[in-house]
Nanobody, 125 residues
């Protein structure tokens, strides 16, 4: 059974930084796409960043240059380093995973079936 547990959310002022973590268990970690998604109140969930098994990354235009996704295969953990945070980054952030072939290039627009419970990020101006 796949389990994803996020942590690291919180409240920061604009310009600040946060690092989200997602502890993963229950599947052959290396053969999955993994990603971070977010949903703000009244808005649809949107992709933030994804990474495949060979660490090919994709980012939403709104976070390029500010956010960095990474994965530690040895510890089965996914990270999202968020710098220069803006109020519009305020949202619930979710970790997601889905089985894929090795080096699969389409993780950003992939359909994910495994989701964590979310961690709240609030950025004040």
């Amino acid at each position: 059974q796949v389990q994803l547990v996020e942590s690291g959310g919180g409240s920061v002022q604009a310009g600040g930084s946060l690092r989200l973590s997602c502890a993963a268990s229950g599947y052959p970690y290396n053969n999955y796409c993994m990603g971070w998604f977010r949903q703000a109140p009244g808005k649809e969930r949107e992709g933030v960043a994804t990474i495949n098994s060979v660490r090919y990354t994709s980012y939403a235009d709104s976070v390029k240059g500010r956010f960095t996704i990474s994965r530690d295969n040895a510890n089965n953990t996914l990270y999202l380093q968020m710098n220069n945070l803006k109020p519009e980054d305020t949202a619930m952030y979710y970790c997601a995973a889905e089985r894929a072939t090795i080096a699969f290039p389409g993780c950003f627009n992939y359909k994910y079936n495994y989701w964590g419970q979310g961690t709240q990020v609030t950025v004040s101006s």
